[in-house]
């Protein structure tokens, strides 16, 4: 008796299931975004399900660092999402060149985005677009107004202005004046090096030298960050050696530091945490008035899973991924996340349209490593986050690190050799 | 004449150890050491023989990181048999005096930090020895040694040290342990006829009871090695995939991890990455070996 009642009761809980699933569909997202699941459960996908009934989405992130391998594994055994969240360049072009991802250019919503926006998504020559931008990340440097105001320093905005203002801060000691480690390594080159590097190489210009094989590693515009990254190794403050990325946060957001050399993904954060009001400046120019150059960093894109089951559900949400309404959601859901889309998105936050305006004041550029250099072994963008933390520690001559890159990256890129 | 009976028994017994065994252990490992001696070329697996040796061996980007990683290992290996086993040893020695008093209770406060995660000791530590929010500093200035206070994990001459000694702390009392249990089942008959030889006290422990540890000192050696050799957790919950600072904390698995499954913009290569876990099974088997056949068969054993 009681077995049958189990037997009833499991095939009633599997009916129900099934009957479910004929009406629902279930999109399950791949992200290594966990720190927007609730922007995500409460915004976005509300707003996605009430104008496409039928229509179910799951946000199911992982932990960024291990973002990458989770999603191979898991693409590779048949079990990941149906929409995967696109890292920039070869992370998802390997993805797409292995058949995970679908190409997307039927899809009328691509025209919403520039060929610039697009370009971290598509395969080399142009020709096919596998994810639908979703924002870039702009780099410079957050700092504490009420610190700034205390201590009488004025906001830099060329490079002896930036340094002279880090001594001020020195001198008076009440603040660290810079919040950075270097125990997580990344920091280093990603809010580092690639932060104040354009200013040095002129964005775009020298990007594309570098990978056209015009320019070298070794080239002056390339060591020169360097030789800058060695200066702020005394500004860090004690132990930075062991500081990690969150210690930096904490020590920004607890009014302990002046100057947080930031990835404006950080303005969301910052805002619940800190209680001083905040402002930005660019990464300092050499001499006053010259052009300045800014990383606009394309981030995030959303693509398809080759082999989910839903493709029309999922093509659905895409198309919405690239509407004005989600920009509009999603820039303001995220101040630090800029939307890619052509059409300007209007930004309450303060900060993110402070630091979004500069688009119209500086040239934009990505960061430096991502795009085809670092293809092969040594990768050049984990060898960059080396060779910044050894410029800021002291630890090797600026010119012996462009070497030691040219050398890396020559011994497997051909336009280098 | 009777024919033997097949006594079906023994293989149904068997049959569930087997496979689970087989299907868990057995086949990835094979299936590893095959993956080796392939490689993939534009989106197909090709055979390559011992191709990817050659590269992790011989090129140098591949075999700088792989020495690298083998000589972190050995030293992390040797600070666990210098630090970890001697103190064990000692540990155990004043555990099973009879005279020490709250016995049990210093034996569970050594052994806890074996039962933690890694995670959490990796975590633990670091808060502790954090230049920011530590206390180590804040202990140091207490008793006037401030200047003393290095950002220890953040050094590349400290690092792998400091990680070691943290991974000693927490296994401690493995060793400790298993020590105790030798030493409880010396007999007293043999140390009551020591002393009745005039040997007593330290020099008791020295020329009766240690040689009749050694086997177990022997076991405990093995089980270190097999166990640094294998080691990741402590290293990846710390100080991440690239086993920072400069990669002088890098050993082999986390030089397989990052390999294997990729990290950040590098992709991950299964091959390569099997490649190295063929190495550090080869090495670990040789080391073994030798131990089995070079020092356990040449250990004198006392009946006691």
């Known amino acids: 008796m009681k077995r049958n009642f189990l037997k009833l009761a499991l095939l009633s809980t599997a009916l129900t299931a099934t009957s479910a699933m004929a009406q629902d569909v279930t999109l399950n997202i791949e992200s290594w975004r966990n720190d927007d699941l609730v922007l995500w459960q409460e915004q976005i996908i509300p707003a996605f399900e009430a104008k496409h009934p039928g229509i179910k989405v799951n946000f199911t992130p992982s932990a960024p660092a291990e973002y990458n391998a989770v999603l191979n594994s898991k693409l590779d055994a048949g079990s990941a999402g149906d929409l995967i969240t696109c890292r920039p360049f070869d992370a998802s072009l390997a993805l797409y060149e292995a058949g995970h991802l679908s190409g997307l250019d039927d899809m009328d919503s691509m025209s919403n985005f520039s060929d610039v926006a697009k370009s971290a998504w598509q395969t080399d020559d142009g020709a096919v677009s596998f994810c639908v931008p979703m924002a870039s990340v702009i780099h410079g440097f957050i700092y504490n107004k009420d610190a700034f105001a205390e201590v009488g320093v004025d906001v830099p905005t060329t490079e002896a202005e930036f340094f002279a203002a880090l001594d001020k801060f020195k001198e008076d000691g009440t603040y660290i004046p810079m919040a950075m480690g270097t125990n997580d390594q990344w920091e280093a080159a990603t809010m580092g090096y690639n932060n104040i590097g354009p200013n040095y190489w002129k964005g775009e210009e020298g990007r594309l030298a570098l990978i056209a094989g015009e320019q070298k590693l070794t080239d002056e515009q390339w060591v020169a960050p360097y030789a800058t990254l060695a200066k702020w190794g005394a500004y860090l403050g004690d132990g930075y050696e062991a500081q990690t990325y969150p210690d930096s946060q904490n020590l920004f957001t607890l009014g302990r530091a002046a100057i947080y050399p930031a990835g404006s993904w950080e303005i969301s954060g910052f805002n619940t945490q800190a209680d001083f009001e905040m402002g930005a400046f660019k990464p300092p120019v050499q001499n006053a008035g010259d052009t300045c150059y800014i990383s606009d960093h394309t981030d995030i894109g959303i693509g398809m899973n080759a082999a989910t089951e839903h493709p029309e559900a999922a093509k659905t949400f895409l198309a919405w991924v690239g509407s004005p309404e989600f920009a509009a959601i999603f820039g303001n859901a995220l101040p630090g996340f800029f939307p890619l889309s052509k059409e300007p998105v209007d930004l309450a936050d303060p900060l993110a349209k402070e630091i979004v305006g500069w688009r119209g004041e500086c040239e934009s550029t990505i960061r430096s490593t991502y795009q085809i250099l670092s293809r092969g072994t040594p990768n050049l963008e984990n060898e960059t986050w080396g060779a910044s933390v050894a410029a800021i520690k002291g630890a090797s001559a600026p010119a012996d690190l462009g070497a030691e890159l040219q050398e890396g990256l020559a011994s497997w890129y051909e336009p280098q050799q | ?304």
């Open chain 2, 1 to 304: 004449m009777q024919r033997a009976r097949i006594r079906w028994h023994i293989p149904v017994f068997l049959a569930p150890a087997v496979l689970v065994y087989t299907a868990i252990m057995i086949f990835p490992l094979f299936n590893t050491l095959r993956l080796a001696l392939y490689s993939k070329v534009d989106q197909e697996r090709i055979f390559v023989g011992l191709d990817n040796f050659r590269t992790l061996f011989f090129d140098p980007i591949w075999s700088e990181q792989f020495w690298n990683a083998l000589g972190n290992n050995f030293w992390f290996f040797i600070v666990h048999m210098l630090v970890q086993n001697p103190i064990g040893v000692a540990l155990a020695a004043i555990l099973s005096h009879p005279r020490l008093r709250f016995a049990a209770l210093y034996r569970s406060a050594i052994f806890i930090p074996t039962i933690l995660s890694f995670v959490i000791v990796g975590f633990a530590w670091k808060l502790i020895l954090s230049p920011i929010w530590g206390i180590a500093p804040s202990m140091l200035d207490f008793v006037g040694l401030k200047s003393l206070f290095v950002p220890w994990l953040g050094k590349e001459e400290y690092a792998l040290t400091t990680l070691a000694l943290i991974s000693v702390w927490q296994f401690v009392g493995i060793p400790m342990m298993l020590i105790y249990a030798a030493l409880l089942s010396i007999p007293e008959e043999i140390l009551e006829a020591g002393e009745v030889d005039g040997i007593t006290g330290i020099s008791a422990f020295w020329k009766i009871k240690l040689p009749l540890i050694l086997p177990s000192i022997g076991i405990i050696s093995i089980l270190t090695f097999v166990g640094n050799f294998n080691a990741f957790d402590l290293i990846y919950a710390s100080q991440g995939a690239l086993a920072g600072p400069d990669f002088s904390t890098d050993i082999l698995g986390t030089f397989l991890y990052r390999t294997f499954f990729g990290f950040q913009l590098q992709l991950g290569d299964p091959h390569m990455g099997s490649a190295i876990a063929s190495g550090m099974f080869a090495i670990i088997l040789i080391g073994v070996c030798i131990y089995l056949f070079g020092i356990q068969t040449r250990m004198r054993r006392y009946q006691m």
